[in-house]
C-alpha cells in the first residue's frame, strides 16, 4: 500500500508542476472520472399559469402529420420522467456500480435532462493539512453540493407551488439577441464555424451559474472522501414558443428550437492551496491500475480510473445456453508487457462451469464512435482524441503501446488544463458460454490478472445462471444475416485468393456464423459484385470447340466449409445481376438508372480458368442475347444438381435486386434459365413481385419496409415471410446499444430479424497502410452507396478475423430476443395466459413493455430544432449521444435477468 500512495504521490508531483504556477492544486475536475446518473424528462416551459411540457402546440386539430409525429414520440415514448437515483446516493457507501463510468463532460447534453447525478471520489491522508479546500462549479440551471452525505451548499434553486424543485428561470436575455431574436447557435464556442457578436457571445456565457463551497478540514475524513452533486433543470422561457421554429424535414412543420440545456454540467473543479494531505485524481496515475467496466460502455484508448474507486467483483448473468461477458479495464502509463489473465473454476452449489466454457479476450483499438449529439457543435469529452477499443484478440500482445494522443479542436480544453498522460489501455474479458445443463445458481471464482514488473490483481467473478434455457444457435426464431467477404480476407491477410492460408481465414470468419446462428451464404456468379468479389465463385472453362465447362470447386468448398460450421443454410443466394448490367428498360428509382447507364458493360462479367489455372476476368453476352441460353442454362442445371445433393435446393436464390434491378427481359431469362428461383433483394422497400408477377422474392431486407409498433410489439418474429430489417446506416459508428437493441428492434417490429449486416468486411488497406475503403468499393459499377453494407461486426487480429464489442452486443441482444420471443408465444395463446395465472401473465406483459421503452430512450433523439438532426424523427439516422449515456444508467442489466427469469417462471407454469 505504501509503494503505491508513494507511485501516486510522484506522479502527482510531475502533474501539478504547472497548476503550481497558478497557485492551486487540483484534486479532482471534469476530465476526473466520476460516476454519473440522469433522470430524463419532457423539457418544460414556464408561462403565466405555470410549467407546460414542450412541445407545446395548444390546438391539436390543427396539427399536421409530422407535427402529431414530433408530439407522439415526447407523450408516449419521452413522455413519463425516468428514474431518480435511490436514496442515500449521497453517501460514500452507497453502491454506484451501474451508474456511468465516465469524465463529467459525457454526461448527457440534452433539453431532456431533468437531473444530473454526479459523484466523485477523493483521497485525504491527512485532514489537517489540507488547506482551502474548495469546489467551484459551473452549471446551467441549479446546483447542490454535497460531502460525505451532507449537503455543504446550493444555489439558483426555486420550489414551485406544488413542490417540485427547479433551477432558478432565466430571463429573457439568456434566449434572443438585442433585436429580441432567439439564439441558435448549440453547442460550445470552439466549434462555432462563425464567431457571434460580442453581445450575442455575452448572453450565451451569462447563461452559466456558478457555485463555489469552501469546505472545512473538519468535515474531510481520513481516506476516501466523497463529493456529490446534483444539477437540477430550469424551465424554459415561454419565447420559445412565441417564435416557434419551422422545420422543412419532409414537409413544413412546427418545431421547438431548444438550442440550449437548461440542466447542463460546463465545469468542475476541486483545488486545494497545495497538494499536502491529498491524493489528486485529474490525470493517469503512475503504475497499471485495474477498474470495472460496464459491459456496454465503449472502452476507449485515453481511459484511466479514478484510484478511489472500489474494485467491484465481475458479475456475468445469462440463461443456459447463451454466451455472456463480462470485462475489467486495465491501465499504465508505460507500456504493458506481458499481460497474462487466468480464471479459477467457476463452483456453484449446483456444480461446476468448467474451464473450457471460458475464453479470455483482450481489447484493442479498432473503429470509431460517435460520442456527440449530430449537429450539435459538441466537444469530445477527453482531453485527446479516442479510438475505441473493440477488437476482441484470443491472446494478448506481447506488448501494449502507449497510444500517444494528441489533443485537437474536438477535444474539451480545461482552464489550466493538466497535460493528459498517455497510456497503454486494454480491457480483459471473460466470456463464458454457459452450458445448456447448468444449474440455475450463483458459480464464483476468480480473475487473476498479472504483466512484467506488476504484481497484478485478483478480482472475484460472479456468474448468475438463470432459470431459462437459451436455444441453440440454429434453432432460434431471431433471424440474423451476416454477410461473409472471402475477398477482404485475402486482402487483409496478403494471402493468394482461394489459397490454403485463405481458406483458414475463411474458416475463422464461418465459425463466428455459427456463433450467431447466421445461415445466409452469396456465392457470386458473376464477378465484381456489390459483394466486393474480384472472381465469380463459379470458375469458367473454355475448351477447345469455343464452349464452356464449369469448375465448382472453389464453390464447393466454400459450402463444404460453411456446412461444417453452420449446418444447412437457409439461403443461398446466387448472384447473377448488378449495376453495371443496367439497360435503358431496367427498372428501379429514376436516378439509379441514369447513373448506372453510365457505367454499364455489355454483359455479365465471369471469370474463367485455363489449364495451368490462371484466371482472368471476361464478358459475355448479355442475357438478352440468343448466344445466353446455352452458357447459363447448363450451368443453372447443374447448380441444382448440386444443391438438391446437400439437400438445400430450396435455399436457393437469384440475386440481386436493391433500389434498381434488371430489365423485364432479363429477369424472363433468368426465370427460364434458372428453373423459377425466387430473387433476393436489399434496398429501401419491400416488393411483392417483379413485373407484375414475372418473378417472386423469397428473402428481402429492407430499411423503410419494416414497420415498429413503438409503444406496443409487433411480434415480427411470427411473420412468415422472411423479412428482415435493413439498417442502411453506417452502424461502424453506432454506440454498442444500437448492436444489443437491433434484434429487439426487428423483432419488435413486424419483421422476424436483421439482414444485410456484414461479418468480416471491414475497410482494407492501401498501399501506404491506411485502411481507405470496403472491398465493394474497389468496383464503382457495383457501389450501391447507401445500400452498401457499411459495417462490421469482426475485426483483424494478427492471427484471423476475431469478435468485437460490437458482435458480442449484437449475440446478447438475440439471446435476449428469444425470452422475449418465449413470453411472446405464451401471452399470446389464451390457454396458456389462463394456466401462467393473471399476476405471471402481467409481470411478463410489464417486462416486454419496460424492454420496449427503454430500447426507444436508447434510440431517441434527445435534442429539439428545425434541423433535421435534432428532430425525434430521425431517430434512425443519427446516434443518439445521449440515449447511449442514459441507457447505461438505467440499470439494464437488471431488466434482462427480470426477463429471463420471467421467461423460465412461464415456461415452467405452462409444463405444469
Given amino acids: 500500500m505504501m509503494r503505491v500512495r508513494t507511485l501516486r504521490w510522484c506522479l502527482a508531483a510531475c502533474a501539478l508542476g504547472a497548476a503550481a504556477a497558478s497557485g492551486e492544486a487540483p484534486v479532482l475536475d471534469a476530465a476526473s472520472y466520476w460516476r454519473l446518473f440522469h433522470t430524463m424528462a419532457r423539457p418544460v416551459m414556464q408561462v403565466e399559469t405555470g410549467l407546460v411540457p414542450i412541445p407545446f402546440y395548444g390546438e391539436r386539430s390543427s396539427l399536421n402529420y409530422q407535427e402529431r409525429s414530433l408530439l407522439f414520440w415526447h407523450e408516449t415514448i419521452l413522455g413519463k420522467r425516468t428514474a431518480l437515483p435511490p436514496a442515500g446516493w449521497t453517501e460514500n457507501d452507497f453502491d454506484d456500480g451501474y451508474w456511468v463510468r465516465a469524465t463529467a463532460y459525457r454526461a448527457c447534453r440534452t433539453p431532456y435532462l431533468e437531473r444530473l447525478f454526479l459523484r466523485g471520489r477523493f483521497e485525504v491522508t491527512e485532514p489537517a493539512k489540507v488547506k482551502n479546500l474548495r469546489l467551484e462549479l459551473g452549471y446551467h440551471g441549479g446546483a447542490i453540493v454535497f460531502l460525505n452525505g451532507r449537503e455543504i451548499g446550493r444555489k439558483n434553486l426555486v420550489q414551485t ?19 429580441g431574436t432567439l439564439i441558435a447557435l448549440r453547442g460550445d464556442p470552439a466549434l462555432w464555424r462563425q464567431p457571434p457578436s460580442a453581445d450575442v457571445a455575452a448572453r450565451i456565457a451569462g447563461r452559466v451559474r456558478t457555485l463555489s463551497v469552501l469546505i472545512p478540514s473538519g468535515a474531510l475524513r481520513r481516506g476516501v472522501n466523497l463529493v456529490a452533486v446534483e444539477i437540477v433543470r430550469a424551465p424554459y422561457h415561454r419565447v420559445v414558443s412565441e417564435q416557434i421554429a419551422m422545420s422543412k424535414n419532409h414537409g413544413d412543420h412546427k418545431t421547438f428550437e431548444l438550442s440550449w440545456n437548461t440542466c447542463e454540467i460546463k465545469s468542475v473543479k476541486l483545488t486545494a492551496d497545495s497538494a499536502d494531505g491529498l491524493v489528486p485524481s485529474v490525470v493517469r496515475p503512475a503504475g497499471v491500475q485495474a477498474w470495472n467496466s460496464d459491459l456496454l460502455a465503449t472502452d476507449v484508448d485515453v481511459d484511466w480510473a479514478n484510484p478511489c474507486e472500489p474494485l467491484r467483483p465481475i458479475v456475468i448473468s445469462g440463461a443456459a445456453g447463451g454466451v455472456y461477458s463480462g470485462k475489467l479495464g486495465i ?3 508505460s507500456p504493458i508487457r506481458g499481460l497474462t489473465a487466468s480464471l479459477t473454476p467457476l463452483r456453484g452449489s449446483a456444480g461446476t462451469i468448467p474451464l473450457s466454457a471460458v475464453r479470455i479476450r483482450y481489447a484493442m483499438p479498432w473503429s470509431d464512435v460517435v460520442m ?9 469529452p477527453y482531453p485527446a482524441e479516442p479510438s475505441p477499443l473493440y477488437a476482441l484478440y484470443e491472446s494478448a500482445p506481447a506488448e501494449i503501446p502507449v497510444s500517444a494522443k494528441q489533443s485537437s479542436q474536438r477535444c474539451v480544453k480545461l482552464p489550466n488544463q493538466i497535460e493528459p498522460v498517455p497510456g497503454a489501455v486494454t480491457a480483459v474479458w471473460v466470456t463464458v458460454r454457459i452450458p445448456q445443463d447448468a444449474q ?13 514488473h506488476w504484481q497484478g490483481v485478483e478480482v472475484p467473478v460472479q456468474v448468475k445462471v438463470l432459470d431459462w434455457k437459451v436455444p441453440d444457435p440454429s434453432l432460434r426464431r431471431t ?3 451476416l454477410i461473409q467477404s472471402p475477398d477482404t480476407l485475402a486482402i487483409e491477410y496478403d494471402v493468394p485468393l482461394w489459397s490454403e492460408k485463405h481458406w483458414q481465414m475463411i474458416e475463422k470468419s464461418m465459425a463466428f456464423l455459427a456463433e450467431m446462428g447466421s445461415r445466409v451464404l452469396y456465392v457470386p456468379l458473376i464477378a465484381q459484385t456489390n459483394a466486393g468479389n474480384a472472381q465469380s465463385m463459379v470458375r469458367w472453362v473454355k475448351k477447345a470447340d469455343g464452349t464452356y465447362d ?9 459450402l463444404d466449409t460453411a456446412e461444417r460450421y453452420i449446418g444447412k443454410p437457409d439461403v443461398v443466394v446466387f448472384t447473377v445481376w448488378e449495376r453495371y448490367l443496367t439497360r435503358k428498360d431496367s427498372s428501379g428509382r429514376g436516378f439509379w438508372i441514369e447513373s448506372s447507364l453510365k457505367i454499364a458493360v455489355p454483359g455479365p462479367m465471369v471469370t474463367v480458368v485455363d489449364e495451368a489455372g490462371k484466371t482472368e476476368n471476361v464478358v459475355l453476352p448479355d442475357y438478352t442475347e440468343p448466344a445466353s441460353r446455352d452458357l447459363w442454362k447448363p450451368l443453372f442445371d447443374r447448380l441444382r444438381e448440386r444443391m438438391a445433393k446437400r439437400g438445400i435446393e430450396k435455399a436457393m436464390h437469384l440475386g440481386m435486386v436493391s433500389d434498381f434491378w434488371a430489365s423485364k427481359e432479363q429477369v424472363a431469362f433468368l426465370k427460364e434459365v434458372s428453373g423459377n428461383l425466387p430473387w433476393a433483394s436489399a434496398g429501401h422497400y419491400f416488393r411483392d413481385t417483379l413485373y407484375d408477377g414475372l418473378a417472386s422474392f423469397g428473402y428481402s431486407s429492407s430499411y423503410f419496409g419494416p414497420k415498429f409498433g413503438y409503444t406496443e410489439s409487433l411480434s415480427g418474429w411470427k411473420n412468415p415471410k422472411p423479412f428482415a430489417l435493413f439498417e442502411r446506416v453506417g452502424l461502424d459508428a453506432y454506440p454498442v446499444t444500437k448492436w444489443r437493441l437491433i434484434g429487439l428492434q426487428s423483432i419488435t417490429g413486424d419483421v422476424r430479424g436483421v439482414g444485410r449486416i456484414a461479418l468480416d468486411a471491414w475497410p482494407v488497406k492501401d498501399k501506404s497502410g491506411r485502411r481507405v475503403a470496403r472491398v465493394y468499393e474497389r468496383f464503382p459499377a457495383a457501389n450501391w452507396g447507401y445500400l452498401n453494407p457499411n459495417c462490421a ?11 468485437t464489442q460490437k458482435f458480442e452486443a449484437l449475440r446478447e441482444g438475440v439471446e435476449e430476443c428469444e425470452a422475449v420471443v418465449s413470453i411472446e408465444q405464451a401471452l399470446a395463446d389464451k390457454a396458456a395466459v389462463e394456466k401462467m395465472g393473471p399476476e405471471l401473465a402481467k409481470k411478463c406483459q410489464q417486462a416486454i413493455d419496460e424492454h420496449l421503452n427503454a430500447m426507444w430512450r436508447a434510440f431517441a433523439i434527445y435534442h429539439s430544432g428545425p434541423n433535421y438532426s435534432h428532430e425525434a424523427t430521425s431517430w434512425r439516422e443519427r446516434v443518439s449521444a445521449a440515449g447511449y449515456v442514459w441507457f447505461l444508467n438505467s440499470n439494464w442489466q437488471e431488466r434482462a435477468e427480470k ?7 412461464a415456461q415452467r407454469a405452462l409444463s405444469r
Fill in 479 to 481: 433471424w440474423v444475416e
Fill in 550 to 558: 464449369y469448375d465448382f470447386s472453389v464453390m464447393e468448398r466454400y
Fill in 331 to 333: 491501465g499504465s502509463p
Fill in 161 to 179: 407551488a406544488d413542490g417540485e424543485l427547479l433551477g432558478e428561470p432565466y430571463p429573457l436575455d439568456a434566449y434572443v439577441d438585442a433585436a
Fill in 440 to 452: 440455475p445458481g450463483l458459480y464464483a471464482g476468480s480473475l487473476r490478472v498479472s504483466a512484467e
Fill in 372 to 380: 456527440t449529439g449530430a449537429d450539435c457543435n459538441e466537444l469530445l
Fill in 899 to 905: 426477463l429471463y427469469t420471467l421467461a423460465g417462471e
Fill in 793 to 803: 461486426v469482426l475485426a483483424p487480429s494478427p492471427d484471423g478475423p476475431v469478435a
